[in-house]
């Protein structure tokens, strides 16, 4: 079957399932909601802030839904636009530092002013730091036009080096301190969504880099595959890498920033999807977001922290 008839099998199921998994789980939970309780709720919502106990359930429930589908789909892009970037297989949106600049941030507020409702702002403001500072040390080898002498291994030990000296932060930051806002910066460390509602900037980032994503797809798989002729299948290499890390970044930094540091998704996705469906081609940017956020949704009701269960889930899909 061609590649195009294949995905336009899939993609409609993946879109289905994405409702399905969403409506399932904003009914299931310790409180369980018909689906006329759920239409209700959801009208009542609409009219404005809920007073029912089936209105606060889904206004709940249906927050962490949303924000579980645009984290999934966030992280799933930036682990394909990471690993295209460093043309590295073990590339993942956490591998240059970018989610460690993202820690800093946000357990420095926590840490020193208690401000939890700063905490977002924080650690947005920490990953664009360090990726911005990324980009100022390897823009000479980013902006290098179709050379493969070393430009990508410099970019990743540099990350390395900075992601080492954010962890180093992070410890000292855990071991001074207080029981009262230990707990509150290791919950934040490891992934929560248990108190999050829905937001629109993610949607945003998310939506307006999937659209450059489809419309450079082609130089994308190129850079990915061919990176050592890129130049002469006309891709304007230099500016394509300089493009994806940006993008990448603000993907991660958007993730982190909204739900914590959840590991392993943006390195596992890629290749489960091309197992499944073979090499990377338009369509199939469009698949990687999708099916990690429809399997997201299902997992907001579950009270392990989300990185632990998301990292044993795609290890254990791992051997296959």
């Known amino acids: 079957m061609a590649v195009a008839q294949r ?3 899939v993609l409609p199921i993946l879109f289905a399932a994405a409702v ?3 409506l399932i789980a904003c009914v299931c939970g310790s409180v369980s ?20 106990l089936p209105g606060s359930l889904l206004d709940l429930r249906l927050g962490r839904a949303l924000t579980g589908f645009v984290t999934g789909a966030t992280l799933a892009l930036a682990g394909v636009m990471m690993q295209a970037l460093l043309r590295n297989p073990l590339a993942d949106p956490y591998v240059l530092g970018i989610s460690g600049g993202a ?29 911005l500072l990324l980009f100022g040390l390897a823009y000479r080898d980013l902006r290098g036009a179709g050379s493969t002498d070393g ?12 992601a080492t000296g954010c962890g180093a932060i992070i410890t000292l930051m ?35 880099i999937l659209l450059f994503v489809m419309r450079n797809a082609r130089s994308i798989n190129v850079a990915a595959m061919y990176a050592d002729n890129a130049s002469t299948l006309g891709v304007n290499i230099g500016r394509l890498r300089q493009l994806l890390f940006l993008c990448s970044a603000l993907l991660t930094a958007s993730a982190v920033s909204n739900a914590g540091s959840i590991g392993f998704v943006g390195l596992i996705m890629p290749h489960i999807c091309r197992f499944a469906w073979g090499r990377i081609t338009d369509c199939w940017h469009l698949l990687r977001p999708w099916l990690v956020a429809v399997s997201w949704c299902w997992q907001i009701q579950w009270p392990v922290p989300w990185s632990r269960h998301s990292s044993c889930r795609s290890a254990s899909l791992q051997p296959w």
Request: charged letters at 10%; zero cysteines.
């Open 7 to 9: 995905a336009g099998l």
């Open 33 to 52: 909601l018909s689906f006329a309780e759920l239409w209700q709720a959801l009208l009542e919502l609409l009219r404005g802030p809920p007073t029912t």
């Open 20 to 22: 399905g998994s969403i």
């Open 103 to 131: 820690s800093v941030g946000a357990l420095a507020t926590i840490l020193f002013f208690g401000a939890f409702w700063l905490v977002d702002v924080a650690a947005f403001a920490g990953a664009i730091t360090v990726a």
């Open 151 to 162: 430009s990508a291994p410099v970019l990743l030990l540099t990350g390395v080096i900075v």
């Open 174 to 208: 855990l071991s001074i301190a207080p029981d009262s806002r230990l707990r509150g910066m290791v919950f934040w460390m490891i992934g929560d969504l248990s108190n999050t509602q829905s937001r629109y900037v993610p949607w945003l980032i998310l939506g307006a």
